[in-house]
């Protein structure tokens, strides 16, 4: 500040200097609230402002960052001459008292530390100077596990962004709340557990000051450590499930990683009511269907035949979004930190997704002795519609005249729904095969074909035909190595005829 005469350095009142944005009526200012140093030199007097005065200064937008809009207004009392004699109040207006000389902020921010809460996601960031959190760019962060790494790393990972930000008043700190996207990214990595095992990185854009100086860049070769660390203590909670009949699976989705490896399938229970269930069952252990890495907010579990096969028979149960709920028991879902799952109430499906998708025939036996025939289907299917008619057994894959027996529709099934169907051949059909002599007289030469309509699910899909040409081979074959015995005989003297009956099917031309 000049003078026109020489001014004292002392019982400067730094309250009565307002910086302002215009000679009169500003919009932007700010009183000066001190401490403040002085030094006199004849009629020049400076004044060492005080970081809280700066920083406030720059938080105040449009003030001090041009010549044009940077002006002082004086009070009364703020000094004196030598003689004793207070200054005179500067009065606004035209021109005012606009700064002569501004050197602009060039000093770039510097990140001083940081610590990261996994607990709530956020991420607090203090900064030597304030900055304009507005503008960060959350995908200039990145985290990583060790103070030096090279890029690209499994100890390294750079935020997508999309977290909601919010500083203190004098945008020194920003606190960052993380995307659920990158929260549940760093709770999936090998790192971030630990404040040593936290470290931080920056490019040069990710933020600036409010003279538009970039922030100094952090290098992931000479990262920053966490100044404080808080680990994830809080429970991990199922957000949704889907049951797929059509997979045959259980889909699962957490609001964080939890580990594959420590599901406890048995500790899973579906039921068809949140309050009075009348059907509710636990699952029979299943197979957790692995991932490149032990850790997923999403766990899909390959259900059991047996399980497949009580939901499906039963009609009343795990159908759609009304009927199907689950409840899974403590300590049987961890997150990767090793909090235990925490599910108070059954938590009602996403969607129910109903088996529509054609059955197919996986193999078959037969016992030539027993006359019986095993089938074992892809999905469960419903007996009541089963058409022997659709079956024929045959000696190679493609048939071959005079070794085909198209089976009739004499047959019985001795099971009930499922995936497996009995089917005892008709007297007339055990006489076919074995009077073709080279069909089904060895595994080999036991082929089957099937047409669509042999069988359909419990949702009225066909099964998936196998084709002449296509036929399929048996997996086992029982032969008829047991000699026929001699049960009884008749002798019809009046008509001359002799009967005999064997305990099993015998070749009248061998007689």
């Known amino acids: 500040l000049v003078f026109n005469e020489p001014v004292k350095n002392t019982s400067i ?11 009169s009526y500003p919009v932007s200012k700010w009183t000066l609230t001190g401490p403040v140093s002085a030094t006199t030199n004849f009629t020049l007097l400076t004044i060492q402002l ?12 449009g003030l001090c960052t041009l010549r044009s809009n940077c002006y002082v207004h004086l009070n009364a009392n703020f000094t004196s001459d030598l003689a004793g004699n207070p200054n005179s109040a500067t009065v606004d207006g035209l021109p005012g008292y606009p700064v002569t000389n501004l050197i602009t902020d060039v000093i770039p921010p510097v990140l001083q530390q940081f610590s990261l809460d996994m607990n709530t996601g956020v991420l607090s960031l203090t900064f030597s100077k304030p900055i304009m959190y507005a503008n960060l760019i959350q995908s200039g962060i990145s985290i990583q596990g060790k103070a030096s790494v090279t890029v690209p790393s499994s100890y390294y990972y750079t935020l997508v962004g999309g977290g909601s930000v919010n500083a203190s008043s004098d945008r020194l700190t920003v606190n960052l709340s993380l995307s659920t996207i990158d929260l549940n990214q760093l709770k999936m990595s090998t790192f971030a557990f630990s404040r040593n095992t936290t470290y931080i990185s920056l490019t040069a854009g990710t933020v600036t000051d409010a003279s538009a100086n970039q922030i100094v860049a952090i290098s992931a070769m000479n990262a920053k450590q966490a100044a404080g660390f808080v680990s994830d203590t809080t429970a991990p909670q199922l957000s949704n499930f889907t049951l797929d009949l059509n997979s045959q699976s259980l889909v699962m989705t957490f609001n964080e990683p939890v580990l594959l490896s420590s599901v406890i ?9 949140s309050t009075t269930p009348f059907t509710a069952f636990y699952l029979t252990p299943g197979a957790v269907v692995p991932s490149s890495i032990n850790v997923s907010t999403v766990v899909t579990i390959s259900l059991s035949t047996a399980d497949v096969s009580s939901i499906e028979l039963n009609p009343d149960f795990a159908k759609n979004l009304y009927n199907t709920y689950i409840t899974i028991s403590n300590s049987s879902v961890f997150d990767a930190v090793n909090n235990s799952i925490v599910l108070t109430t059954p938590l009602k499906v996403g969607a129910v997704i109903l088996d529509m998708t054609r059955p197919q025939l996986l193999s078959f036996s037969i016992n030539i002795q027993a006359g019986i025939i095993n089938l074992t289907f892809s999905s469960v299917v419903n007996t009541a519609t089963f058409d022997a008619t659709a079956f024929t057994i045959q000696s190679t894959k493609k048939s071959i005249p005079g070794q085909v027996v198209r089976l009739s529709n004499s047959h019985t099934t001795q099971s009930g729904n499922g995936f497996s169907v009995v089917m005892r051949l008709s007297l007339a059909d055990q006489i076919a095969i074995r009077d073709t002599a080279i069909t089904a007289s060895s595994l080999n030469t036991t082929y089957l074909t099937m047409q669509a309509y042999a069988i359909e699910n419990l949702y009225n899909v066909d099964v998936l035909a196998i084709v002449d040409g296509k036929a399929i081979l048996a997996s086992s074959y029982v032969p008829d190595n047991v000699p026929p015995t001699l049960q009884y005989f008749d002798l019809d003297m009046n008509a001359n005829i002799l009967t005999f009956k064997f305990s099993d099917l015998v070749s009248s031309s061998s007689f």
């Not at 009142?13 to 000679?23: K, N, P, R, W």
């Open 13 to 23: 009142a730094a309250s009565a200097i307002l910086l302002q944005d215009l000679f």
């Open 50 to 61: 005080p970081m809280s005065d700066i920083f406030a200064i720059l938080n105040t937008p």
């Open 265 to 273: 399938i048995p500790g899973i229970s579906l039921q068809n009511s």
